[in-house]
């Protein structure tokens, strides 16, 4: 590859990359190009590579693939460092620099970095790769999604967890008090918090957090003999949808409970990203019935989650969840709870004959296997 380093510089090379990007060059320049023979930058070499993938012609797909795969992680991080860079080239090496530090710097605070590329780092990068993400909070918060990202990736450690809580409670605190000095005297700022704020930080459409909400059998919790349930409860009649769904992703056990048999699909959904959930009360919600479908099969499709037996046999014996989840777990089942479900006219009936069939295979050969000795 004969690319020059730094930015392009001067119109040849702008009426090259043009010229081949819209389809106007001949074979032998775009074959050039394919092999990085021509005078460009880097940077502008490789955002041709990837152009040329597609090529009419097979003999330059076939280069510019060899030549892609030919960039040393030297190469790449000085194709990363131009400012020019194309963000689908950023885009493209996301994957990779969420697994290397280094490059992942230069992603992370590159002013071409498009959401997705950020999004690649925050949902697939390592926890040295989140710091960066974390570290650059004026992206963060003007990319929509990212945080929703961060807060779902495995790799994130306790304490970038309370940093991401940190930033998400400074901005809507920032932003609350702005609008109500805008707004005047009177005005409670814990009020000022819209739907339109949080989708900031949710991967939603605002129609979902203007959905209707309302908490199902709420009146355990009105009259709750514990007061701080009560007390819990009558705060959360008070905010609005968006202030409901941040309190979900960052509230105490109280609030965890009762937000999450939100009939707002949103807000119940987030109580499931708050990282201070514990494996009992996850065990409690897989056992509820009256949530909504969609938050037993978030539980059922989480993979730490699935490894707790409670967990999964909650799941199974749930009327609610969905049989294309529990039917997952039907064979990991032990006899007893087997038995059980099997005569169970509350479950599915698809899952009561399983469990059944499941139960009779297993002693049939329990049986079998005892005569035989």
């Known amino acids: 590859m004969s690319g020059t380093g730094g930015a392009a510089s001067g119109s040849g090379s702008g009426v090259i990359l043009e010229r081949i990007l819209s389809g106007g060059a001949p074979l032998p320049v775009r074959s050039a190009a394919a092999r990085?023979?021509?005078?460009?930058?880097?940077?502008?070499?490789?955002?041709?590579?990837?152009h040329l993938r597609n090529d009419a012609d097979e003999g330059v797909r076939a280069e510019a693939e060899s030549s892609l795969a030919q960039l040393t992680p030297d190469v790449l991080l000085e194709v990363?460092?131009?400012?020019?860079?194309?963000?689908?080239v950023l885009e493209h090496f996301a994957g990779a620099a969420a697994r290397d530090e280094r490059l992942a710097e230069k992603v992370a605070f590159h002013p071409n970095a498009n959401a997705k590329a950020l999004g690649v780092l925050a949902s697939q990068g390592s926890a040295s790769v989140l710091d960066l993400?974390?570290?650059n909070q004026e992206r963060l918060l003007a990319t929509p999604g990212l945080v929703d990202r961060l807060s779902t990736n495995?790799?994130?450690?306790?304490?970038?967890?309370g940093r991401l809580l940190d930033l998400i409670d400074r901005f809507f605190q920032g932003e609350a008090k702005r609008v109500a000095e805008q707004a005047g005297p009177g005005v409670a700022p814990a009020e000022t918090v819209e739907a339109e704020d949080v989708v900031k930080f949710l991967d939603v459409d605002v129609g979902e957090l203007f959905a209707a909400s309302e908490i199902t059998d709420a009146e355990e919790?009105?009259?709750?003999?514990?007061?701080?349930?009560?007390?819990?409860?009558?705060?959360?009649?008070?905010?609005?949808?968006?202030?409901?769904?941040?309190?979900a992703m960052k509230g105490g056990r109280e609030e965890r409970i009762i937000l999450v048999r939100d009939t707002n699909?949103?807000?119940?959904?987030?109580?499931?990203?708050?990282?201070r959930m514990t494996e009992g009360e996850v065990e409690m919600i897989a056992a509820m019935r009256n949530v909504s479908d969609e938050?037993?099969?978030n539980v059922g499709i989480n993979r730490e989650w699935s490894q707790n037996y409670t967990v999964v046999a909650n799941l199974v014996r749930n009327p609610r969840t969905p049989p294309s989840v529990s039917t997952n777990f039907v064979a990991r089942l032990n006899n007893k709870d087997l038995k059980m479900i099997g005569g169970d006219r509350n479950v599915p009936e698809i899952i009561r004959k399983m469990a059944k069939r499941t139960f009779d295979l297993r002693t049939q050969k329990s049986e079998t296997s005892f005569r035989k000795k």
């Open 265 to 275: 699909k949103i807000v119940a959904l987030s109580v499931l990203k708050n990282a």
């Open 221 to 247: 919790f009105a009259t709750s003999e514990n007061p701080v349930v009560r007390s819990a409860y009558k705060r959360i009649l008070t905010l609005n949808v968006a202030q409901k769904a941040i309190l």
């Open 80 to 88: 990363l460092s131009d400012r020019a860079c194309d963000p689908l």
């Open 36 to 50: 990085g023979a021509l005078p460009l930058p880097r940077a502008t070499l490789t955002r041709l590579y990837l």
């Open 133 to 135: 993400v974390l570290t």
């Open 154 to 161: 495995p790799a994130l450690r306790a304490d970038q967890t």
């Open 295 to 297: 938050i037993l099969r």
